[in-house]
Each structure stands twice: as C-alpha cells, then as structure tokens.
C-alpha cells in the first residue's frame, strides 16, 4: 500500500485498524515509519500472531526505501524457521547483516 501517497484513504485505516496510524505520519517526527511498523506488528498480535522474528526494510540499489518485509505467525516453529532462513546466504553467497 502506498501510505504515503494516499495516508487520507481509508483503506489506510482498514490497514491499520486504528486512526493512530494516520496522526503518526501527520505527526512528522524522527521515526515515524518504525512507530506505523511498531503500530502494524501490535495490530496483527491482537490478532494472535504473536511471533514477529523479522521486519526488514527493502530498499532499491539506489538506496530508496520501497517496502517492508514482515513476517508474523501464530506458531513458534515458524518464528524459528525464518530465523534460521535469515542467516542463510543469499544468491550471491553474501551472508545477512543482522
């Protein structure tokens, strides 16, 4: 979803699930893309997913942010299961910086 492009639709807080997601990018301060994360990942807990091993930020060459990846489950294998699929080595043989 392209939040910044569109923060008063609401799809935003169908997204989110709560209007805090909106006063939090009004809000303009320091770090407001992690307290919207911050915001998601507590949303999907109160859901019952509360294993959250992962939040990375996916950027392109040029280092501009495109997405984040998150991963959430219900069960703790699967926390275990990208944990360890994090530290593996990627297609080009660089390991993660964790």
Known sequence: MAINRNITSPKVLDY???AAATAI???GRSGWRRELLDVYKARLKELG???SPLDRLIKAR???HLYY???VSKVEPAKRI???VQRQADAEGQLPML
């Open 69 to 71: 990846l998150i991963h």
């Open 62 to 64: 040029g280092g501009q």
């Open 82 to 84: 990208m944990e360890w």
């Open 16 to 18: 989110f699930g709560t």
């Open 25 to 27: 990018w009004e809000s």
């Open 49 to 51: 997913y509360e294993h």
